[in-house]
């Protein structure tokens, strides 16, 4: 990404009109992690305590497990991305037309 994006980025973001937004989707984001991270080995022991009756079934079990962990973590990480993006674009609106309203 070009430098002097980032830097405006950075701007915006230590100075955004919605902190408590912001904070909210941190905590958002932080449950989808630990829902992913409890939810594989989760899949782990269930499959492999279901591998006495089938052993199929118990791969299975962990197989299917663990791609919902990996969705669950990149769901929380693009679900991020995509709500900073919406704050990103209040805050520059809002600074653009602040700006404006004050020539």
Do not use: C, H, W
Request: glycine share 10%.
């Amino acid at each position: 990404m070009d430098p002097q994006k980032q830097q405006y980025i950075e701007k915006i973001r230590s100075n955004t009109a919605y902190p408590t937004y912001r904070g909210i989707i941190g905590i958002i984001v932080m449950l989808g992690y630990i829902l992913a991270a409890l939810y594989a080995p989760g899949a782990l022991i269930g499959g492999i305590a279901s591998m006495s009756e089938s052993f199929i079934m118990g791969l299975g079990i962990i197989i299917v497990g663990f791609v919902a962990a990996a969705i669950i973590f990149l769901g929380a990480r693009f679900l991020k991305e995509a709500a900073l993006i919406l704050a990103d674009i209040g805050d520059s609106v809002t600074e653009t037309n602040s700006r404006k309203s004050q020539q």
